[in-house]
């Protein structure tokens, strides 16, 4: 099935699928919706599409993204490794051999085609046009999200920027805080490629920000590709049909035909507000700290326009999903560069930055130090401050049984790494912002090759014990499901280093 053309094809689709509901009563965006959403993600709820905020005209989406089946629905797979699969075929594309395999190989090739934007010249998301006074972010139903933020922010804005020097575009995910009606704070953090656009402009720099998009180009502002590729190229690719964009009404910047809403305007040189706290995906506020300011030049919306929205705070939130699509669709690109991981999983209680699982095919002394060297050098990842290594038959999924490996295969004078070096402009742990200590912790089975005395075998049922508990269950009178746990879900003993 197709990925949804554009945010009301998404929310028919929802609706068909019994995802969503639509929430009728007057809500208020400041702090109510927030507390509903809240409860409602915590229990793997539905979308909400409130059709009456208080004291706007345009209704508000939110959990759009908030469970795995929507997420896979948005991408239009059963299972997020599916487009993880599309990815890779195109990563580790070879030379084809025969007609077969060149056949699929134009099929391969013309995804990639189809990932290059195509330019309309009129838009449905430029059926209103706002300049001048009549802009007013107050038509909004922008949401306070926490009571300790000091005003209504804009969470789910996909945001464009040019590069002032190579002139590649980067569309971001990045919050903004309503000023007044005619201006916002513009939350670049400073290792995001948005900040590095901030920090290379001359006097002004365009920036066009689009709201409610079809949801893999709202996922894709996300995608933390490196700086010289176009997010909406990697939209196009998975969405398996070109972005379709229009040139802005007062900026020379393209924008999603399909969004619902696009704030046009600019950012002056040198020209800072103090922005925040906000109620973080880190389950804390981030403090205030100074960022652009960003000025409206015009406000355009589809008819009847729909407000996208996020909640982010303490883990599990909506955004975890969006993470989790992240980790997904990037292993085969981090596969490339590090061919010996199997898995990785960066749990949703580690806000993405604090904790790295990853599983390895060890194949010589020090090979897990080596992979916590190459996370801690791999784009965003690079900010991770903890990196787990296990072998290559645990799930690294199962967090249960990393704890079980962690606690059962380190000698913490042996196996730990204590390092430093850059770390999350939200992390509040470290002495300093933006830098401090990090943590490698090598779970594996150690060898004598690595100072480690022969590591003892595994506790595992041998196979011909569990087929023949599994055929006599039924006589044990026992009930349920007949397989233990441990015992099927372990992979065979496999002893790497023992030689
Ligand atoms: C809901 C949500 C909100 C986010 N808010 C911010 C933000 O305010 N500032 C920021 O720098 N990154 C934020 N991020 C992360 C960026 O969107 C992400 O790092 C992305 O890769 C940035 O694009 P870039 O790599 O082109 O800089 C947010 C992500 C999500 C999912
Ligand atoms: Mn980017």
């Keep these: 099935?197709?990925?949804?053309?554009?945010?009301?094809?998404?929310?028919?689709?929802?609706?068909?699928?019994?995802?969503?509901?639509?929430?009728?009563?007057?809500?208020?965006?400041?702090?109510?919706?927030?507390?509903?959403?809240?409860?409602?993600?915590?229990?793997?709820?539905?979308?909400?599409?409130?059709?009456?905020?208080?004291?706007?005209?345009?209704?508000?989406?939110?959990?759009?993204?908030?469970?795995?089946?929507?997420?896979?629905?948005?991408?239009?797979?059963?299972?997020?490794?599916?487009?993880?699969?599309?990815?890779?075929?195109?990563?580790?594309?070879?030379?084809?051999?025969?007609?077969?395999?060149?056949?699929?190989?134009?099929k391969k090739l013309k995804s990639i085609a189809d990932s290059m934007p195509r330019q309309v010249r009129a838009a449905p998301c430029q059926e209103v046009v706002l300049t001048g006074e009549e802009i007013d972010l107050d038509l909004l139903p922008i949401q306070r999200c926490w009571p300790g933020d000091p005003a209504p922010f804009v969470t789910l804005p996909a945001v464009i920027t040019r590069d002032p020097v190579t002139g590649t575009r980067n569309v971001g995910m990045y919050r903004m805080q309503k000023l007044d009606r005619r201006t916002t704070a513009m939350h670049w953090q400073i290792h995001k490629d948005g900040a590095a656009d901030w920090r290379g402009m001359g006097e002004r720099l365009e920036v066009a920000v689009a709201l409610g998009l079809d949801p893999v180009t709202a996922y894709s502002a996300s995608a933390p590709l490196p700086k010289h590729i176009d997010e909406f190229m990697l939209a196009g690719f998975l969405r398996g049909e070109p972005v379709e964009l229009v040139r802005?009404?007062?900026?020379?910047?393209?924008?999603?035909?399909?969004?619902?809403?696009?704030?046009?305007g600019y950012i002056a040189k040198g020209e800072l507000t103090t922005e925040g706290p906000f109620g973080d995906h880190t389950g804390y506020y981030s403090p205030a700290e100074p960022f652009p300011v960003f000025h409206l030049t015009a406000l355009t919306m589809r008819r009847n326009a729909i407000y996208p929205s996020i909640v982010v705070g303490q883990p599990p939130a909506e955004d975890a999903w969006l993470g989790k699509a992240t980790e997904r669709i990037f292993l085969p690109a981090v596969r490339m560069s590090v061919p010996e991981i199997v898995d990785y999983d960066l749990p949703a209680a580690g806000a993405f930055h604090n904790c790295v699982i990853v599983s390895v095919r060890k194949a010589f002394p020090g090979h897990a130090r080596k992979v916590m060297h190459a996370i801690w050098g791999l784009g965003m990842l690079s900010l991770s401050k903890s990196v787990v290594v296990v072998d290559e038959w645990v799930d690294v999924h199962d967090y249960e049984q990393v704890f079980f490996r962690v606690c059962a295969n380190v000698d913490p004078k042996r196996d730990l790494v204590l390092t430093e070096g850059p770390l999350d402009h939200l992390d509040h742990a470290p002495t300093l912002p933006f830098y401090g200590g990090k943590l490698g912790i090598d779970a594996t089975h150690k060898g004598p090759d690595e100072g480690a005395r022969p590591w003892p075998e595994e506790i595992v049922m041998s196979p011909e014990i569990r087929e023949l508990v599994d055929r006599r269950w039924e006589e044990y009178g026992l009930g349920g499901g007949k397989a233990s746990a441990n015992g099927s879900r372990r992979r065979p003993l496999r002893q790497l280093l023992r030689r």
């Excluded at 802005?248 to 046009?264: F, K, M, Q």
């Design 248 to 264: 802005g009404r007062t900026v020379s910047l393209d924008v999603p035909a399909n969004a619902e809403i696009v704030l046009e």
């Design 1 to 106: 099935m197709a990925p949804p053309s554009d945010l009301r094809a998404w929310i028919a689709l929802l609706e068909r699928e019994g995802e969503l509901v639509r929430v009728e009563a007057e809500v208020d965006p400041d702090l109510e919706i927030t507390e509903i959403v809240d409860r409602t993600v915590k229990a793997g709820g539905p979308a909400l599409l409130f059709t009456r905020p208080r004291g706007s005209r345009h209704p508000l989406l939110i959990n759009q993204f908030g469970t795995e089946r929507r997420m896979s629905m948005a991408f239009g797979v059963s299972h997020l490794d599916e487009v993880a699969q599309k990815l890779s075929d195109v990563i580790e594309m070879q030379p084809p051999q025969g007609i077969a395999e060149k056949v699929r190989g134009l």
